[in-house]
């Protein structure tokens, strides 16, 4: 593990996730409606890339957005799974974000706009993760081309969808990148309080809410598909993960590292210091994510 102590010039994403927190606050009866249109502000920190295109398209049933840099190898395909407990953020509020990484690794990136909770609970948002995969394949990607992707729940989803897939006795994809990654559906993550401060955004009452919405009555928190801390990681590709040091689920990427590790996975984390929940999110306004996107580029073609 290493640690970025670099901070940033701007508050533009604390700023949003703490606005985001007073209005939740002050509208705790807030409509799902309401909080998903809230979410889809998600992009507003982010520098549009230049020189990436973007197309609407369904890839095996489940709908999202193409990110397109210009020059791309488009035999290189990113599936880049969104954040938002499993309930909010979307396609259009990452596209953004999906396409800055795009651009920098010189890939094409599908936006996936999966099934999100309640309406549809786990396993639902790995299914369409899987479909997704086994449709670029079936048109002529190679499996070893792909890249899930994916940020907080979605990184969970980037994390999960190798692990149904290996179950499945399917190929993998080549690598795996997941930024700040929520994976503890059992809430106790120790940095849940140590962190609770420094946090704009993550409370335990927040993640109990979207865990009751993803898991609902029936689905033991422990399940490996939801929670990938109780999952095998025997032959997982190579994986990459970042987070905040101020962020509350820091420490569910450190104890993922130790998991993965432990399997034998090659895995590297980087915890960029004095950084929010999903830092990235500040791509083309932050020096920190700057060099955290080379970090990846660099990581990236070392794989190749």
């Not at 032959?235 to 990427?253: F, H, I, K, Q």
Request: one cysteine or more.
């Amino acid at each position: 593990m290493t640690s970025q102590t670099i901070s940033t010039k701007t508050d533009a994403l604390y700023d949003l996730y703490a606005e985001w927190s007073e209005l939740m606050a002050e509208n705790p009866e807030m409509s799902l409606r309401t909080l998903r249109a809230l979410f889809d502000e998600w992009h507003q920190p982010t520098v549009e890339p230049e020189g990436v295109t973007y197309r609407e398209d369904t890839v095996g049933g489940v709908p999202g957005i193409w990110c397109l840099p210009h020059g791309a190898d488009e035999s290189q395909v990113m599936m880049f799974t969104h954040g938002g407990g499993f309930a909010v953020g979307s396609a259009s509020s990452h596209r953004k974000l999906a396409g800055h990484v795009a651009k920098t690794l010189g890939v094409v990136s599908f936006v996936l706009d999966y099934r999100r909770a309640p309406e549809h609970p786990h396993p639902a948002q790995v299914e369409d993760g899987v479909a997704v995969f086994d449709a670029l394949v079936a048109a002529g990607t190679e499996p070893e081309n792909i890249t899930t992707i994916g940020d907080s729940a979605g990184g969970n989803l980037a994390i999960a969808i190798p692990l149904a897939l290996k179950e499945q006795g399917k190929a993998l994809p080549g690598q795996v990148i997941a930024f700040s990654p929520w994976l503890d559906m059992e809430n106790k993550g120790k940095t849940l309080e140590t962190n609770n401060d420094t946090d704009a955004l993550i409370t335990p009452a927040l993640l109990e809410g979207m865990i009751a919405g993803v898991l609902g009555e029936d689905i033991d928190p422990k399940t490996p598909l939801a929670n990938p801390l109780y999952a095998d990681f025997t032959d997982y590709p190579r994986l990459y993960m970042n987070a905040g040091s101020v962020e509350s689920l820091v420490d569910n990427a450190q104890r993922l590292e130790d998991i993965a590790q432990s399997a034998g996975v090659d895995v590297t984390l980087n915890v960029a210091e004095g950084q929010q929940h999903v830092f990235p999110f500040l791509a083309g306004r932050s020096e920190v994510v700057d060099q955290e996107l080379n970090r990846i580029k660099n990581w990236y073609t070392s794989g190749r």
